[in-house]
């Protein structure tokens, strides 16, 4: 998948691009990522990328042609099935199910925006979907267009490396994932529950996903309402539930 990002501070993607799972997804070549700066878009001494907003105020805009040239040379090659995006606090609010639509996609162009926003009539006739990390603003859409872009890649196959990691994931599901422990297995006189230690990969199965759905219920009650649980996971929820008022 490849993933085309327009911004002023092409800077700020290049370390995403040899660090952890994405930097490698991209040294093997399963994910690719270029920048596109629209200030080699102008043709002005002062490569202007933004000015005043009409009608006055503070702050500045940035520019409608720079943007254009280069989301256009972005696409540039592009089949069909690519998708101009424009990260906004007033777009869709991403979550796992924007991130598997996403992932269908064989290429997304980013607009990544600086200053108060961009000229009304660039997102009118260039953008095909506007996606929103949460409802807090930031200085600039690179972090975003990060997020996205990392939350995506992961998806991909062979990504990252243990295919059922992803699958088995928080929200991949609609659930919170269960809790993980690794030695020592007594820390502080706190042991690790003992079926991890039987052996029995059954009943560490139903045991996690009972832990699931209780975290679940317990911290996130609101992406319970989301899902419908089978009978077997509402058993399940039950007996956590009935588990928590034996203890002391
Ligand atoms: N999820 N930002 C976009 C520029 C801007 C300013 C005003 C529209 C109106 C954000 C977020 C986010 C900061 C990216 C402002 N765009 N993007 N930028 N939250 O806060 O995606």
Redesign the pocket.
Known sequence: MRFDVVTLFPEVFEGSAVTGVVGRAIVDDRVQLKTWNPRDFTDDTHRTVDDRPFGGGPGMVMKVEPLQKAIQAAKELADDSVKVI??????RR?DQQGVKYLTGFSRLVLL???????DERLLESQIDEE???????????E??ALVLIDAVARTLPGVLGHECSAVEDSFVEGLLDHPHYTRPDVFEGQAIPAVLKSGDHKKIAIWREKQALGKTWQKRPDLLDKIELNEHQQVLLDEFKEELKTKD
């Open positions: 424009y990260m906004s606090p007033q777009g991403l990544a925006g600086r200053y108060e926003g961009v996606w929103s990390i949460g409802d807090f603003v930031l200085s600039g859409g972090l975003p």
